[in-house]
């Protein structure tokens, strides 16, 4: 049976003002971080997906205005996600690199929100059943992916599946 120093060394949270020092909002990053890479790859090659299949429908310039605007973000997201990678992990700070990665999940969101709002009325029927089903699929991949933070998890997904 572990003692309660051996727990607590096992277990940091367990510590006195471990909460408070950052090291939980570390470790969450960690976790967002380690998980962004498939998230911006899923990104990109639905977004592809969306933007070809729909191309009959879709005005020409302003869907691949909405196709460069999310690979621009994307393309920010992996200069992001190299940046953090390639720091010392000591040099890591919990609550900034916890922000920078919530504001990029953000935006992503909200590029992800104006393709229904832009796009709708020039989709046919089965059109906007594409893009229903790749919005939802994409809301559901996200819950996972953004699980370290409730919030997050949250506002992805309403800014995917509302607008539709």
């Avoid at 049976?1 to 909460?19: D, K």
């Avoid at 992503?108 to 989709?123: K, N």
């Amino acid at each position: 049976m572990n003692s309660p120093v051996e727990f607590s060394a096992q277990n940091p949270s367990s510590r006195p003002g471990v909460r408070d020092s950052g090291y939980v909002n570390t470790e969450k990053a960690e976790l967002l971080y380690r998980h962004g890479w498939g998230g911006i790859l899923v990104s990109a090659a639905t977004s592809t997906f969306l933007v070809l299949t729909l191309q009959s429908s879709l005005p020409l310039t302003g869907g691949l205005l909405w196709w460069a605007a999310m690979l621009l973000i994307l393309g920010a997201r992996v200069a992001m996600l190299v940046r953090w990678s390639r720091r010392w992990r000591g040099d890591r700070s919990g609550i900034e690199d916890l922000r920078f990665f919530l504001v990029s999940v953000s935006v992503t969101a909200l590029v992800w929100a104006a393709f229904p709002i832009l796009f709708f009325d020039s989709l046919n029927l089965v059109d906007r059943a594409i893009m229903a089903i790749v919005l939802a699929g994409m809301a559901g991949g996200s819950t996972m992916v953004l699980a370290a933070e409730k919030y997050a998890a949250v506002f992805y997904c309403a800014s995917l599946l509302l607008p539709g």
